[in-house]
């Protein structure tokens, strides 16, 4: 997985790494329970923001492999920064995931492109015949002549238009 144009050694299509990243998440959501509360945005702000930072650099330390936090330019005080990583791991995984979801199921596109290259059996009369019979076209001839006469009106008014001017 290729995170800020850096190459890990990760997969969200590889069971193994799953569960690890599974098993870091829990384990620093516990950490974050326990320790959590000594760090306030309120009582102390730079050491509630460094407290963040070291969560989640231990965290892709942790599922990337050692060092992917120092790879990726985090340094544990800048919490920008940690955020931006983390919208790229995010975006990483999406990418990956949505690659291989394209090969999976086909798109619309491909469904219809190989639909329009279906080419329909050949009929004969009586199949012809019986495809008409079958679905008549319905004709509402009271609308089609409610609608002429609607037009002839209208053309009516135009030409007596025309001629008072």
């Known amino acids: 997985m290729t995170i800020n144009g850096i190459d890990f050694d990760f997969s969200t299509l590889n069971a193994n790494d799953v569960d690890r990243m599974l098993a870091a998440q829990t384990r620093q959501q516990e950490r974050a329970r326990t320790e959590g509360s000594r760090y306030t945005p309120e009582s102390d702000y730079p050491a509630w923001l460094r407290f963040q930072c070291r969560i989640f650099m231990d965290y892709l330390d942790e599922v990337l492999g050692e060092g992917a936090s120092e790879k990726l330019g985090l340094d ?36 219809q492109a190989s639909a329009a290259q279906a080419i329909p059996a050949p009929m004969n009369r009586e199949q012809r015949r019986a495809a008409i019979k079958a679905h008549p076209a319905v004709v509402d001839f009271q609308a089609q002549e409610a609608a002429k006469a609607a037009r002839r009106a209208q053309l009516k008014a135009e030409l007596e238009a025309l001629d008072n001017a």
């Open 76 to 111: 544990g005080s800048n919490f920008n920064a940690c955020l931006t990583v983390s919208k790229a791991f995010a975006e990483a995984m999406a990418a990956e995931k949505a690659s291989v979801s394209a090969l999976i199921h086909p798109t619309e596109e491909r469904a």
